[in-house]
């Protein structure tokens, strides 16, 4: 099979290293990739949005199989622009169609459609501009702390936590006056706050039938303790230690069958993954939020754990037989460490030289803001590189991601040296 991937970031070279892996990928391209795809596939320079473009290419190379790496082509409608093509018609496409990947595009969406299909979430209400006054009164009727999300896609940055009401007023306001997060913020989903720890839980499905990924626990703070402002991740850890069967359990039974089975009702074109975003409040999973495709970084700490072929998995979810394979998991944890540039999640410098990844041992290195320069690997975004590794548990496996990451080098890299701390 000829493949093509979309995306460059951590969550893309770790699809790459995985397909690149399968006997039955004949070839495989990344776009627009980054300096680790590099080294299992073929970078082509086009931008996930151009999606004439993606069309041409995929004419061109007869890709069999397009793999939707980041939210925003999904969002944007590239399934259904690639299903209206005469020529794409056997293409294989792992990514649900644009009224699918609303669950993610609308934090309203998602809200009403966990409503409607009963799956557990908060307590919730959107506003506008229109009605800030009104919102501003239903803030009132909550107890602190207040969240505040943005009702469409903000780069994983749109929500905001506050412990006090006039300040989260004052926030209301900024977000639907002053579009703080952009057209994002034009409408704002106010939500009771529940108080547990979090996880999230991977679902690929054709559908109809579905097949549950390894757990994982992701950090999305910048400072230690979970301090400092939000950022796209700074690790994860996978299988999570707190969700036994009995949890996953209710899981499934409350959560992921619903979900999938709420899509089949309203016939939705959804082929793909499904991110849950949960809350654990006790003994009870509730939803915080639905991505509409797979996770950064957990990503790479939930795919290096299957060890089925990625190739043959992904083609039965886009072809609706999803039933006629079994998923084969790794029984060992999985740690990724992120290294940042310095300033992240503010303005940081590009361009900085990355040295010693030839020196990693027993571990995975994933390539996020990275390019070349010059024939020399350097920074190219906030999230730069993330260290994978295996061990009995997700503390062996930690020390090892740790040991790694001590033996990379740019200016002003930063990383979380308290991942796990938790889960103790």
Do not use: W
Request: glycine share 10%; hydrophobic share 40%; net charge negative.
């Amino acid at each position: 099979m000829k493949i093509l991937i979309l995306g460059s970031g951590g969550r893309e070279h770790t699809f790459a290293y995985k397909i690149a892996q399968s006997p039955k990928c004949e070839k495989l391209y990344i776009a627009p990739g980054n300096a680790g795809t590099l080294n299992v596939g073929k970078n082509v320079s086009l931008n996930v949005g151009d999606f004439s473009g993606i069309k041409d290419f995929i004419i061109e190379k007869n890709i069999d199989m397009l793999v939707v790496g980041p939210e925003d082509p999904l969002v944007k409608g590239i399934t259904d622009f690639c299903k209206a093509e005469p020529e794409l018609k056997e293409l294989l496409i792992v990514g649900p169609s644009k009224r699918g990947a609303l669950l993610e595009g609308s934090k309203e969406r998602a809200k009403e459609f966990m409503a409607m299909h009963n799956i557990p979430t908060a307590a919730y209400e959107s506003f506008t501009a229109e009605s800030l006054e009104a919102g501003k009164v239903f803030l009132e009727t909550l107890k602190a702390p207040y969240v505040l999300k943005a009702d469409g896609l903000a780069a994983g940055k749109g929500v905001l936590i506050l412990n006090d009401l006039n300040e989260a007023k004052a926030e209301l306001e900024n977000m639907l006056k002053n579009q703080k997060f952009g057209e994002a913020s034009a409408k704002v989903v106010i939500e009771e706050f529940l108080d547990g720890i979090e996880l999230s839980v991977f679902v690929l499905t054709d559908g109809k039938n579905y097949k549950i990924l390894p757990t994982a626990k992701d950090y999305k703070r910048i400072g230690e303790g979970d301090t400092g402002l939000n950022t796209g991740g700074m690790g994860a850890i996978s299988p999570v230690p707190f969700a036994d069967a009995e949890f996953m359990q209710k899981i499934e039974e409350r959560i992921v069958k619903p979900t999938v089975d709420g899509l089949a009702e309203e016939n939705i074109d959804y082929k793909g993954f499904i991110f849950i975003g949960l809350i654990k409040v006790g003994e009870e999973p509730y939803v915080i939020e639905y991505n509409v495709r797979m996770g950064d970084p957990e990503t790479e700490v939930v795919l290096p754990r299957v060890k089925s072929d990625l190739v043959e998995v992904l083609a039965k979810a886009a072809q609706g037989k999803l039933d006629e394979v079994d998923l084969e998991i790794d029984e060992r944890a999985a740690t990724t460490v992120m290294m940042v540039s310095g300033g992240y999640p503010e303005a940081y410098e590009k361009g900085k030289e990355i040295t010693g990844i030839e020196n990693v041992e027993d571990a995975l290195v994933f390539h996020a803001g990275t390019t070349t320069k010059d024939d020399k690997v350097v920074t190219n975004g906030g999230r730069v590189i993330a260290v994978t590794a295996f061990g009995e548990d997700y503390k062996e496996a930690l020390k090892k991601s740790y040991q790694n990451v001590e033996k990379l080098q740019f200016d002003k890299m930063y990383f979380r040296k308290d991942l796990g701390f938790d889960l103790a």
